[in-house]
């Protein structure tokens, strides 16, 4: 048997070794005091929680005791400025850019959701009420930051240099889709503006952007002259429920991987109001358990969303790596997608008031229109050119001919495999046997490209 001496000597010792590695790797986020526990200590040394004080009262911490976190704006509803330090940090042209990003996104929005009524494409998800998030956060970000998107941030890869023709190409599932239509509506992606593509598997994009912060940092540790970049990720408050988002959290803050989280919560997952799927301070609470940096935004405040994703942008980067949350408090004003009626779960009145008294487009209008930027006929004028420009290439895009059948049997691996080879032959003979039965003229190359 181990002498008592022995005993402590060796247990003092690998909890200096618990607590350095831990150190280690929160870089400089937390520091342990020394392990050796003086009598009449007032703080304990567990190693699972470092700066834990003792105390001889027998309180359960109470949610309610603790005011909800803020919410951060810089300009209220009526597009004054209410943060006296704000100073834009953009020229008026710029301004107006984001201001025609949203604008785009909204227009689209409405054409493509009655386009889906009409029957003319299979499911479409408007962003409206949320474009100030999109459009705000990708504004100042890196062109070069990695990005994964949930599904309503049409806005940011119209910021990046989406083009309408991309947007149509992708919706009507045409040759020129670079996902070769296979996905729904709506699951964009492009390698060249470092977005990757859209999964409709909730929050599973979370884990996998903690993963690539921490391909970003070990790359910059292993070439210091490369650029230094973060991964972006968005996702909704329901989203947030699933497993996926804890894994993701705690990875990052673990692994001080640089990572921004970006919460849309916009107050309902699908029928979900939030008093069903959470009882918790939102997920902007939820950071501070991580060990995360966090903030609240205002989401309809584009100029609040920008200073917040500036400030996480710069402390994503500090002390070699970290993950920051931003919540943007926003409201959902459309319905879920196409496949959705609202009506049956909330009233209506409930829409129309936050139509009409919060609004991030009218919001940043109104602080233009202070500025003198912006005035009725530049609305119109804009407003009429980006209708035509969807109406444009919306029916180009229809008009396209699908991608090659054969690419149905492509990309499931790298190869065609055997089996896929024998399917796809199979096919053909259905095809030549029964050709009436498909339209394979809507189909770029016909059943030709049906060989291996
Ligand atoms: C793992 C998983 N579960 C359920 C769904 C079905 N589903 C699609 S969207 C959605 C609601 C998501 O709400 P939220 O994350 O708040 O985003 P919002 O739609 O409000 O933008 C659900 C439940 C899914 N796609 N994936």
């Not at 921490?214 to 790359?219: P, S």
Request: proline fraction near 4%.
């Amino acid at each position: 048997m181990k002498s008592r001496m022995l005993q402590r000597v060796q247990l003092r010792a690998s909890t200096a070794t618990v607590a350095r590695s831990r150190v280690a790797a929160l870089g400089s986020v937390r520091a342990a005091s020394s392990v050796s526990q003086r009598p009449n200590s007032e703080f304990v040394q567990f190693p699972g929680a470092l700066k834990s004080a003792f105390t001889h009262s027998l309180n359960f911490e109470n949610p309610e005791s603790y005011k909800a976190l803020p919410t951060y704006r810089v300009v209220d509803q009526h597009g004054v400025v209410v943060d006296s330090s704000f100073e834009p940090d953009i020229s008026e042209q710029q301004v107006v850019k984001l201001y025609k990003d949203m604008l785009f996104i909204s227009i689209m929005d409405l054409i493509m959701f009655d386009a889906q009524r009409q029957g003319r494409l299979s499911f479409y998800m408007v962003s409206a009420g949320e474009e100030a998030v999109s459009v705000g956060t990708s504004s100042v970000l890196d062109p070069e930051d990695v990005v994964f998107c949930q599904y309503r941030e049409q806005g940011l890869f119209k910021e990046r240099g989406f083009t309408t023709k991309e947007f149509m190409s992708q919706l009507f599932s045409n040759r020129n889709d670079p996902g070769k239509g296979r996905n729904m509506p709506i699951h964009y992606g492009s390698k060249k503006l470092n977005v990757h593509t859209i999964s409709s598997p909730l929050a599973t994009q979370l884990p996998q952007a903690s993963g690539a912060g921490y391909a970003l940092k070990l790359q910059k540790l292993q070439n210091p002259e490369s650029k230094a970049r973060v991964c972006a990720v968005f996702f909704g408050e329901g989203a947030a429920s699933e497993g996926d988002f804890h894994a993701a959290m705690n990875i990052a803050a673990t692994r001080s991987c640089p990572v921004i989280f970006i919460c849309r919560n916009n107050g309902y997952a699908i029928s979900t109001p939030t008093l069903e799927q959470y009882r918790g301070d939102g997920i902007a609470s939820r950071g501070i358990g991580y060990g995360i940096d966090t903030i609240r935004v205002d989401g309809n405040d584009i100029w609040a969303v920008r200073e917040a994703t500036k400030k996480a942008r710069e402390l994503a980067l500090q002390d070699g790596g970290k993950p920051v949350l931003i919540e943007a408090m926003t409201y959902r004003v459309s319905h879920h997608s196409t496949s959705d009626d609202s009506f049956a779960y909330r009233a209506r009145v409930e829409v129309e008031d936050w139509k009409r008294r919060d609004n991030p487009l009218t919001r940043l209008r109104k602080w233009m229109e202070t500025k003198g930027y912006w005035d009725e006929a530049k609305e119109k004028e804009a407003r009429d050119a980006l209708r035509k420009e969807v109406l444009r290439e919306f029916s180009a895009a229809e008009r396209e001919k699908k991608p090659a059948i054969k690419t149905m049997f492509e990309d499931v691996y790298d190869e065609l495999t055997p089996g896929l080879k024998a399917q796809m032959q199979e096919l053909r003979e259905l095809i030549d046997n029964y050709p009436d039965e498909y339209d394979v003229g809507e189909f770029e190359g016909g059943k030709e490209t049906l060989k291996s």
